[in-house]
């Protein structure tokens, strides 16, 4: 009972929070299943590695997919070949079990987190490269 509750907050608020927001949300959720994946990576532990790769990998896909080419011009491109080299990076550590791999993924997450941290504060209309 108690966790159908939490889940209609979480509902609720995913609902109610701007654009600029969710997509913060959304990087904040996938370094921290990176971050995870690398723990496991460290640990020898495959089936706990696949589980957050896939979950972050899911996420980044989902960015890329939202991604409006037309309206975001130049940023919506480079954007793109971000999230491909951040994809790229998972399939990677994935297959040689290499955590510098996920170590330069995290760095592009985190640089593109806190530069939409930074839209979001200022209230900036950047939603021009994601569909909406």
């Not at 997509?23 to 299943?33: P, T």
């Not at 089936?47 to 960015?63: N, R, Y």
């Not at 994809?87 to 760095?107: I, V």
Request: charged content about 25%; aromatic content about 4%; some cysteine.
């Amino acid at each position: 009972m108690q966790l159908q509750a939490v889940m209609g907050y979480r509902a609720a608020a995913v609902n109610t929070v701007d654009r600029l927001h969710l997509i913060v949300l959304c990087y904040e959720g996938c370094i921290a299943h990176v971050t995870r994946a690398r723990e496991e990576l460290l640990k020898g532990n495959p089936a706990a590695k696949g589980v957050h790769l896939g979950k972050a990998t899911s996420i980044v896909s989902e960015l890329l997919n939202a991604l409006d080419m037309e309206r975001g011009g130049e940023i919506a491109e480079r954007l793109a070949a971000l999230y491909r080299y951040v994809l790229d990076a998972f399939l990677k550590a994935n297959l040689r079990n290499e955590a510098a791999h996920l170590d330069g993924a995290l760095r592009v997450l985190q640089e593109l987190k806190q530069g939409w941290v930074e839209l979001s504060k200022r209230g900036t209309a950047a939603q021009l490269a994601v569909n909406g």
